[in-house]
């Protein structure tokens, strides 16, 4: 007789749990995500008792009775239906993982209401198992309650770290969302006191939010085009260099992401720019077609991998030199430590990349007259007025749910 077994759901949906939701920070990122593919204009997040209590609330397309339960089974998604799909990826979620993995390690309690719909309705999850709905009076959107984190799970519940430390991770979190979804508005509320907020007015508005009005005033803004690539977003200059990587934001394609081999390529590219354990501060969007980037290679989606990175890095190094070399009249320092002479030398330095259009907020004034003629050649910079990129910026369209 055979010995394999075919794992029930509840036993699947814990396992999923494991690589989904490593830590609350994990359970506000998919809540989110959920509400952005919804096409959420306002999403509020509330958090309670560490991260072991959180509630997202979301103005989205809401739920019907039949999908408010059916979000609670395994692989059940609107996002995808065909192979192909995976393919060209244009919504932040389609693995249909997340509210059955959520579900497995604590009670959750759904409200949606469609606009279309005169009533809402409710179902209440306990410890994996979803009561069937009922229709209950409701805001047009969709409401997440998630409680009792890991009650059930003693050896999780044992790995998460102190209250504070789990709600500075929610909080560097929202700071990436808002920067990444910058046409929604948010608001984080730690046991009852709001902790950060944004207009979703645009990005100049989400980086003032979040990086604070010296950072938006003293930066550069990029927007460099090449091979059908699109890199925009706010790059430091050496002096509003940070003591930790906090300050670094990669989105691609309205996706917040974490790619060590383009951080460090950037890291590599600023260095000698730095001084020791500092790291540079940015804000960077890479727009991108769908089929250049695989989404599919990590449960949390949080990694993705480029088809052509090496494009992708001339690109960002072409855009960093530009903009380091505006302003190199005043480096604070110039320390060549070891891991700066270890570095490996940028491809743009050797054979510049042919960027089809760019624009940097003010001409080169200080870039010696040799690095000028190089860039020149590279990019084409324009000076441009705020208005027109935040304009540009606010008509950014978002994904299709
Ligand atoms: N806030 C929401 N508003 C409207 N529909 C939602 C919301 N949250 C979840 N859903 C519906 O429930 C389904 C399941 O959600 P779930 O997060 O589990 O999977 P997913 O988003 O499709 O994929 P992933 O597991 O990659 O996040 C979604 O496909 C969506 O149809
Ligand atoms: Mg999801």
Redesign the pocket.
Known sequence: MGIINVLPSEIFNRIAAGE?VVKPASIVK??V???I??G?SRISIEINDGGKEIK?I?D????DEI?IS??FLPH????ISSLSDLDEIS???????????IAAVSNVT?I?RREEDELGCIVNSVNGHAARPEKCGAKK??T?HVKDLFKNIPARLKFLRKDKTEENDIISLTDKLILANFNVSFQLIIDGKEVRSSSGKGLNEAVFAVYGRDYLKENDYVNATMSGITLYGYINKPAFSKHNRNFQTLIVNGRYVVIQDISFWIYNSFSSFLMKRQYPAYVLFIDLPADMIDINVHPS?IEIKFIDINTIKKLLSSVIYASLEKGASQPKEITLDKVVEKKEVPIVKEEPAKIESAKIKSSFINAPESRKSFFDKAIKVKSTPEDELSDSLNGNKRRKY
């Open positions: 989904v998919e809540l995500e959920n509400s593919d919804a959420a997202v979301d989205g397309c809401g739920m999908d059916s979000a059940a998604t609107s996002k919504t932040l979620g389609f693995r249909g993982e997340a509210i059955p993995s759904i949606s959107g969709t997440v989606k």
